[in-house]
């Protein structure tokens, strides 16, 4: 069973930044696609970005050029850095795994059926 684990949430101000870790208990640099997503209290899940195992990277059109997602296959960790945060990236932010295709949709923040999932990290930003 892979087990996902995120940190690196708080509180900021608005314009400020955060880098959010999620470290997985298997070895990433195999893995088909990894993601960020998240979610507010009353709203849908929303994914947010998307790394696949040639690095390529697909982004939610609200965190372009904002967000930046990587990952360190020797420490199979996922990032997910956060810029010019604003208070509607208020959020509970998860990071997620699919080791393998299973013949579903491409890796990007529109693929929600992902196989392992972390707990959780809280972001919150003020104005």
């Known amino acids: 069973q892979v087990q996902l684990m995120e940190s690196g949430g708080g509180s900021v101000q608005a314009g400020g930044s955060l880098r959010l870790s999620c470290l997985v208990s298997?070895?990433?640099?195999?893995?088909?696609?990894m993601g960020w997503y998240r979610q507010v209290p009353g709203k849908a899940r929303e994914g947010i970005a998307t790394?696949?195992?040639?690095?390529?990277?697909n982004y939610r059109g609200s965190v372009q050029g904002r967000f930046t997602i990587s990952k360190d296959n020797a420490k199979n960790t996922l990032y997910l850095e956060m810029n010019d945060l604003r208070p509607g990236d208020t959020a509970t932010y998860y990071c997620a795994a699919l080791p393998h295709f299973d013949g579903g949709a491409w890796c990007g923040p529109e693929r929600y059926n992902m196989d392992y999932w972390g707990q959780g990290t809280l972001v919150t930003i003020s104005s």
């Open positions: 298997g070895e990433i640099s195999n893995y088909y696609c």
């Open positions: 790394i696949d195992k040639g690095d390529a990277r």
